[in-house]
């Protein structure tokens, strides 16, 4: 496997590849793939875009993430911002990396790649801050969750529902940038906080 940064139009040459592997990551039935599909297509163009991939040997999309700077007009980051406190809504959305998907086939799922994807998303965002959601899950049992909690996020909004998703979502957040991988842990990872991760 090996871990390669992608500009825009990579991501639009392989955009059949990153919707099969986010239909099979997520379970998503074919007709909401086709409006993502859709999405994905725009987002490329936004400012700060930032995506890496993960390809097999032969070539195959094992996994892929992508972000952006979160700003006002963008759907996404007017609902979070619409259900942050003021003093929330500066802290978190004045300087954002949205990371917007982060999937690994479920194939290759638990061997690591997804914390790879994120720690290399991340090292090349700009920002002082970056927030995500995530479906509302057990945090020991999910991957996801695990993923996010050891990278040092901390919860933002927490059983939050996004308007035409009945599913309950965890907005979570943490400063950027990432410690160096060798830093010592640290408890939390909040604005106010060290921005250690709790694991590396
Ligand atoms: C979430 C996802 C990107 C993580 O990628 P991954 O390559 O599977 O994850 P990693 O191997 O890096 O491991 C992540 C965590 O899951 C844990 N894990 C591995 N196998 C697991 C299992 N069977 N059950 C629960 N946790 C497991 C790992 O131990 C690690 O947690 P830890 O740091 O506490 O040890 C990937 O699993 C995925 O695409 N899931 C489905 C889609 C999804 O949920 N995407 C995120 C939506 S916001």
Redesign the pocket.
């Known amino acids: 496997m090996r871990l390669v940064p992608w500009l825009p139009d990579d991501l639009l040459r392989r955009l059949d590849d990153v919707v099969t592997v986010y239909g099979e ?2 379970n998503y039935r074919a007709e909401l793939l086709e409006v993502r599909r859709g999405y994905i297509a725009t987002h490329v163009r936004r400012p700060g875009f930032r995506a890496v991939a993960t390809l097999t040997a032969e070539g195959a999309l094992a ?1 892929f ?1 992508y972000g952006y700077r979160s700003a006002a007009g963008q759907w996404w980051h007017d609902q979070v911002r619409g259900a942050l406190p003021k003093s929330a809504r500066s802290t978190w959305l004045t300087d954002c990396f949205e ?1 917007v ?6 194939q ?11 720690r290399t998303l991340l090292g090349m965002a700009a920002g002082a801050t970056t927030l ?4 509302e899950a057990d945090e ?5 969750w ?2 996010y ?2 990278f040092g996020y901390v919860d933002v909004l927490r059983n939050f529902h996004f308007p035409g998703d009945e599913r309950a979502f965890a907005v979570l957040g943490r400063t950027l940038p990432l410690p160096h991988p060798q830093a010592a842990p640290a408890a939390g990872a909040g604005p106010s906080t060290d921005p250690a991760p709790q ?1 590396s």
Do not use: D, I, Y
């Open positions: 990551a997520m996994g993430g990371v998907e982060l999937h690994v086939h479920p290759a799922q638990g061997h690591g790649l997804g914390a790879h994807q994120l995500l959601s995530t479906p020991q049992r999910s991957r996801a695990r993923l909690r050891r694991r």
